[in-house]
């Protein structure tokens, strides 16, 4: 039997200083990560060509494309017909806004600080150059789309918009946690106040286009459904048949035809089924069928949610005593929606995509009006799709990228999935 | 079968290192989890490595097949060295049975598909000839009642005694545990226990992390104990659960015993 | 109680939207019934031989036609990128991971309607007219109404049929012998080899013996008229490769998320068994991504083809298309509405019972 084998350390020599580390030097950087075997070195050249081809064509695009349209057209892109005399609306609409985003944020950072001091914890909010690096495709749109701008007044909406949003960071930060309650409050005080703004005046949401139409049927289209979807993911946990029959139905009806299907029905049926005391309008009709669509997917993602509860919580709160309805309101529920608010947002950024979709049902978003832009006489079988479709998708692709990226932040910070 | 074994006769006999680390030293980021590790095993001996959570006893029998890569010193075993080249770590691997704490049996596989894979993939078996084998190894540990049945519907004691029929399956010199009984219910970790001190006794080098002091004391040719990701003390079990000579040793087994 | 007043609220919302539906019908004029599918449908459809005189309902089964054209080319291609595309982003190549990464992070927060845009007027409008169509390579006709690729042209069809079934018997009688010969020998098999090399001898024979039975057609252009080959329109073309690459993006997205979600103790297990990384992937790590994968990526398909119905905005006649056309002839819109949703929810169900199925297969064994 062999014993004792641990020599000491001195008769190995001393150890060599200091320690390696896992992250590799350069040129083994390049060896493992690009040229680690023969087939790694054929896909590196490739894709390296292929890059640099891509580059080359970026960059060919970026020297001789022509931008005159968009500057032409800026304002069509970003509301539409909207009345040109009354464009201070949608200004202070967007001032108001930041306020309101600039508050919810302060808000949570206040809150979050709170609570650590409670615990005794160090707090230190990490600044604006971390909200900058957090948002900074929006940032960056927002400077591309004012380099197209003709005049001095949307730079001026733009640096306001920034100053509401920084102070009512600064606001949500400060006010004392008995206010911060109701922060809440305060900010739907807001987006109602924005919307009075928009609507008041004469110009009713049948003369909104462009970027903020897409923005207006999102918001609005969630926030109709939402309550809808709700009654639906409730009724489909129902132990009463009929109710849970006639959710699950409407659920999967809606789930199985395309939303084209849905705004053909609200421009060219719905108006037959409604009485003639009641012919809303085209835009209220779209945004009355988005809201049914909606509703059937955020049932579904509200199960989720209750899927997400553990058994064991309805079974504590029975044993203590409580109420069937209460159990779901008190108990169930809060955790439930808790659970759904990163499918939310996914729900929300495949809406602000989806609502491109109005074109075929002649309303006016963005996607319309940059096609409108390309028949207007002075630009007309010019090619020029190429310069206003991509203008476009980066209108959606910051939003889509940097939501996406804020849900998958606040996933694991709720450690969703991970109790 | 067995002369496939990249072993030389000159390993078998009994007392000669099969296992061999020389100041092995093993990190995670900026931290040490072995520190200047020497250690040999001899053919047939039974090696117990104790010691507190996080004091290194996995990563190092994880670093002796290479589920880990360490960082400085040689590890040899059967006298072939682990290096970057894959050749050699197969080499190893096929020679050293490893059974890990949370079983990892392929759920989408029945038992016998789990204990035949590897035989006729790696070692090219006739697919007769490995479920013979296989049946043979699930009789050794007791379950060849079991062999159509998926994992899933297996208790934690039987899944476990499969995957130490799995990993016998590929004959190895050498088996590694890494805690085979701590995912287990209290119930089960007799039957799992008894497989292993059977193997034990049949002659198999083995290497078993585990808290299982009466298995320690009943089969261990010699206790290692590690604290630290260092060795702090070796001895057989007499010497060490009756004259333990380290205070860390001590502290840690007026803990647990 | 609640369950009566609930349903006696549904039933009556129901009942006032169906009551204002045939009266307003009735009041306007408007047929409250399904005759009118037999009358024409007034608009000539390119790339199909209705006409203005076909019926309404002939003119709908063929947009379904249309529709499937889609979906039959379109699922493969989709499936193929986005799996290839998802094991990309997992590659230990740098370059190659970033490329995928651009590839979905790019793709998936874009609108589809955007890509199918992009696709038709920035990629095939600007092809040159059907006049001065451009033959690339001289296999290709392309021009921005249509685009022929090179296609298979039986001239003999019946015995060299036979010939093709009869290869493929012994392609697979041959893979069967190669599986019984490495269960008894343990030797590799390499069935696929083995059975496609058998396929193609075969049927490569019987292709030589009977003098060339199908040949290779190349489309031709004459003045504006193409021949040979197989052709599509061009919006078509826009639509699947749009689509298709924009669904792909969601697919690699599963099928990445799918192999991560595979424990890590099961890489573990197999690397202890000197598992080669091929053989890791085939029998331990694929085996129970798929498992994981195949749900999400059949509702996908689903996705796809729902998303097909944005062809009416580039004016790709299917199904969708078909119907606003005939509504905007002065044809009654509920009822074609209807019909529209049936066609896609049929559709929709069939695939949902069949992921069911499949879901009810996959899951593992246990107690």
Redesign the interface.
């Known amino acids: 039997m062999t014993l004792d084998d641990t020599r000491p350390a001195e008769l190995l020599g001393p150890a060599p200083e200091p320690p390696p580390e896992e992250d590799l030097s350069p040129s083994e950087w390049v060896r493992i990560r690009l040229f680690a075997t023969w087939y790694d070195t054929l896909f590196t050249l490739l894709f390296g060509a292929g890059f640099v081809w891509a580059a080359r064509a970026l960059i060919r695009y970026l020297i001789s494309a022509d931008f005159t349209i968009l500057r032409v057209n800026l304002a069509l892109l970003m509301v539409g017909r909207f009345p040109r005399d009354q464009l201070w609306r949608p200004a202070v609409a967007l001032i108001l806004t930041g306020l309101l985003l600039g508050l919810l944020a302060g808000a949570a950072i206040g809150s979050a600080r709170d609570r650590a001091a409670e615990a005794g914890e160090e707090f230190s909010w990490d600044g604006w150059l971390a909200v900058v690096r957090r948002f900074w495709p929006i940032l960056a749109f927002i400077v591309l789309t004012l380099s197209f701008t003709q005049t001095v007044s949307p730079w001026l909406v733009a640096a306001a918009t920034l100053a509401a949003g920084a102070f009512g960071h600064w606001m949500g930060r400060t006010i004392p946690a008995g206010v911060r309650r109701y922060s809440w409050l305060i900010a739907i005080a807001l987006l109602v106040a924005a919307f009075l703004v928009l609507i008041t005046g004469g110009v009713g949401w049948e003369d909104w286009g462009g970027l903020q139409l897409n923005i207006f049927l999102t918001v609005a289209g969630i926030a109709l459904a939402f309550p809808l979807g709700l009654l639906l993911a409730l009724g489909r946990r129902s132990s009463l048949p009929a109710l849970q029959g006639a959710s699950v139905t409407y659920i999967e009806f809606i789930r199985g035809v395309p939303l084209i299907t849905l705004l053909l029905l609200g421009a060219y049926a719905l108006g037959f089924m409604l009485p003639d005391s009641l012919q809303p309008s085209r835009t209220t009709r779209i945004l009355i069928a988005i809201a049914l669509f909606e509703a059937a997917y955020i049932a579904e993602v509200v199960r989720g949610g209750f899927n997400a509860v553990p058994p064991g919580q309805v079974e504590a709160s029975q044993a203590l005593g409580m109420p069937p309805w209460k159990t779901t309101r008190l108990i169930v529920l809060p955790q439930a929606l808790r659970a759904t608010i990163p499918a939310m947002v996914g729900q929300f950024i495949s809406l602000y995509k989806d609502t491109t979709l109005v074109i075929v049902v002649a309303l006016l978003d963005i996607l319309a009006a940059a096609q409108a832009s390309t028949s207007q006489p002075d630009f007309l079988a010019q090619g020029l799709h190429r310069v206003t479709l991509p203008f476009v998708g980066l209108a959606f692709w910051v939003g889509s990228y940097t939501m996406s990226r804020e849900a998958r932040r606040l996933e694991k910070r709720l450690g969703v999935g991970e109790r | 079968m067995t002369n496939t074994s990249v072993f030389s006769d000159a390993t078998r006999v009994k007392g000669e290192p099969i296992i061999y680390l020389e100041g092995v030293d093993k990190y995670f980021g900026s931290f040490q989890a072995l520190k200047d590790i020497n250690m040999r095993v001899g053919h047939q001996e039974v090696v117990v490595v104790i010691g507190p959570s996080g004091s290194g006893k996995s990563t190092l029998i994880r670093c002796i097949n290479r589920l880990e890569k360490h960082d400085r010193g040689v590890i040899r075993v059967g006298g072939v060295e682990i290096s970057d080249d894959i050749r050699n770590i197969q080499e190893i691997r096929r020679e050293t049975g490893m059974v890990f704490q949370q079983f990892n049996l392929f759920p989408h596989l029945t038992v016998l598909d789990n204990v035949t894979l590897a035989p006729r993939e790696v070692r090219h078996m006739p697919r007769g000839e490995a479920e013979a084998l296989a049946m043979q190894m699930l009789e050794r540990v007791r379950i060849p009642e079991q062999a159509r049945k998926y994992p899933g519907q297996l208790s934690g004691g039987q899944q476990q005694r499969v995957a130490i029929a799995r990993a016998l399956a590929m004959q190895p010199q050498v088996m590694l545990f890494d805690e085979p009984t701590s995912a287990l219910d209290p119930e089960m970790i007799k039957e799992v226990l008894d497989a292993m001190v059977e193997l034990a006794k049949s002659g198999m080098t083995m290497i078993v992390v585990t808290h299982e002091m009466g298995f320690a004391r009943a089969v261990a040719d010699r206790v290692v104990f590690m604290s630290d990701g260092q060795i702090v003390e070796v001895g057989t079990p007499e010497h060490f659960f009756t004259n333990p000579q380290e205070d860390r040793t001590k502290l840690f087994l007026s803990q647990i015993l | 109680m609640?369950?009566v007043v609930?349903?006696a609220a549904?039933v009556g919302v129901l009942y006032v939207?169906?009551f204002?539906?045939i009266n307003?019908?009735k009041r306007q004029g408007i047929t409250t019934n399904f005759a009118f599918l037999d009358d024409p449908i007034g608009v000539n459809i390119a790339g199909s031989d209705i006409s203005s005189g076909a019926s309404i309902q002939r003119g709908l089964l063929n947009g379904i036609k249309n529709t499937f054209a889609l979906v039959v080319f379109g699922l493969p291609i989709l499936t193929v990128v986005g799996v290839l595309v998802g094991i990309a982003r997992l590659?230990?190549?740098?370059?190659?991971a970033k490329?995928a990464t651009l590839y979905v992070?790019?793709l998936?927060?874009?609108?589809?309607?955007?890509v199918i845009?992009?696709a038709f007027?920035?990629l095939v409008?600007?092809l040159p007219p059907p006049n001065q169509a451009a033959t690339p390579l001289g296999l290709f006709v392309i021009s921005n109404l249509r685009i022929s690729v090179p296609w298979f042209e039986t001239v003999e069809q019946t015995s060299f049929t036979w010939f093709l079934v009869a290869a493929a018997v012994v392609a697979v009688a041959i893979m069967w012998w190669r599986s019984r010969l490495?269960?008894?020998?343990?030797?590799?098999h390499h069935r696929i080899l083995w059975g496609a090399g058998a396929f193609v001898a075969i049927a490569g024979g019987a292709w030589l013996l009977l003098g060339r039975p199908v040949r290779i057609s190349v489309p031709t252009v004459e003045g504006r008229v193409v021949t040979g080959g197989l052709g599509g329109l061009g919006s078509y073309f826009a639509m699947l490769i749009a689509l298709s690459l924009y669904t792909a993006s969601h697919v690699a997205e599963i099928v990445r998320g799918s192999i991560q979600a595979v424990?890590k103790?099961?890489t573990?297990?197999a690397?202890?068994?000197?598992?080669?990384g091929f053989?890791r992937l085939r029998?331990?790590i694929l085996?129970?991504a798929m498992?994981i994968a195949i749900p999400p990526i059949i509702n996908q398909y689903l996705n796809y083809t729902?998303?097909t119905?944005?062809a009416?905005?580039i004016g790709y006649a299917e199904v969708?298309l078909i119907?606003?056309q005939a509504?905007g002839n002065g044809n009654p819109?509920?009822q074609l509405?209807l019909l529209?949703?049936a066609a896609?929810?049929a559709f929709?169900?069939t695939i949902?019972l069949i992921l069911n199925l499949f879901n009810r297969r996959l899951r593992?064994?246990?107690?």
Do not use: C
């Open positions: 609640i369950q609930a349903l549904i939207l169906w204002n539906l307003n019908l590659s230990t190549n740098w370059l190659v490329a992070e790019t998936r927060n874009i609108p589809p309607l955007l845009f992009i007027y920035v409008l600007p490495y269960d008894q020998t343990g030797q590799p424990p103790g099961q573990e297990a690397n202890a068994l000197a598992l080669s053989q029998h331990v085996p129970q498992r729902k998303n119905s944005l009416i905005a969708t119907a606003f509504i819109a509920p509405i529209l949703m896609y929810l929709s169900l949902s593992y064994v246990g107690r």
